[in-house]
């Protein structure tokens, strides 16, 4: 297994590439976001020391509607909002891994880690690679067996479905019951799961067949 942790651009044009560069010193976390078609619903936090300022940038950007205060401090600021730019979605997907929040921006860049196979990573860096997207790999460790398998978000989700009976049978909480238990959208928690049930069914069947 490998844990990595890149930093990669945006692509041009997207409201959050152009919000961040314009307040560089600020940092953007989308918490949760869900794509329905042309637009997204999500939830952002800004950690900034002009909450006002950006507040005021999101509801003038031709690409954000709806756009709702929730919290806002002298140095964060809590949203929620719907956008027409998805191509964040599409760009992420395209590299073999679905977004997984939050995902941090800053100054046009964006950040994220992965634990994946040698494959998964390989593959995200050839995508990368052939599109011609500007990127730099920040940190990258040769895990062995024992060591971290699924990311910390995976294992909250897992751990939170043992407790809750989600893996039951019969299953004692829905995936929507999960979903609020972490605190995300139902569309996410679906895709965490998923990815870590194949993580390990992959992680599983490679240990059995290596010794038998």
């Known amino acids: 297994m490998i844990d990595a942790r890149f930093r990669i651009r ?7 590439a152009d919000l961040s560069e314009a307040f560089p010193d600020a940092t953007f976390r989308l918490l949760s976001g869900v794509r329905s078609g042309a637009t997204a619903t999500e939830l952002g936090e800004v950690l900034t020391r002009t909450p006002g300022s950006i507040a005021a940038a999101f509801r003038e950007h031709g690409a954000v509607d709806a756009y709702e205060v929730l919290e806002r401090t002298d140095d964060r ?28 921006v800053r100054n046009g ?23 011609g997207t500007e990127y730099e790999l920040l940190s990258k460790v ?6 971290r398998l699924l990311t910390r978000r995976q294992e909250e989700l ?12 019969p299953r004692e909480c829905t995936l929507a019951d999960l979903a609020d238990v972490v605190g995300v959208d139902k569309s996410t928690a679906s895709g965490i799961v998923r ?8 992680w599983y069947l490679t240990d059995v067949t290596a010794n038998s």
Do not use: C, H, M, W
């Open 77 to 104: 600021l809590l949203a929620t909002y719907e956008t027409t730019d998805v191509d964040l979605y599409a760009f992420v997907e395209s590299g073999g891994f679905p977004p997984e929040f939050p995902i941090e």
């Open 142 to 147: 040769d895990k062995k067996r024992s060591d």
């Open 158 to 169: 897992l751990a939170a479905g043992l407790r809750e009976g989600y893996f039951e049978v």
């Open 109 to 131: 860049f964006y950040e994220f880690d992965i634990t994946g196979t040698r494959e998964e990573f390989d593959q995200l860096r050839n995508a990368l690679e052939s599109s």
């Open 195 to 202: 990815r870590a049930q194949a993580r390990l069914i992959a």
């Open 10 to 16: 945006l692509p041009p044009d997207l409201y959050i």
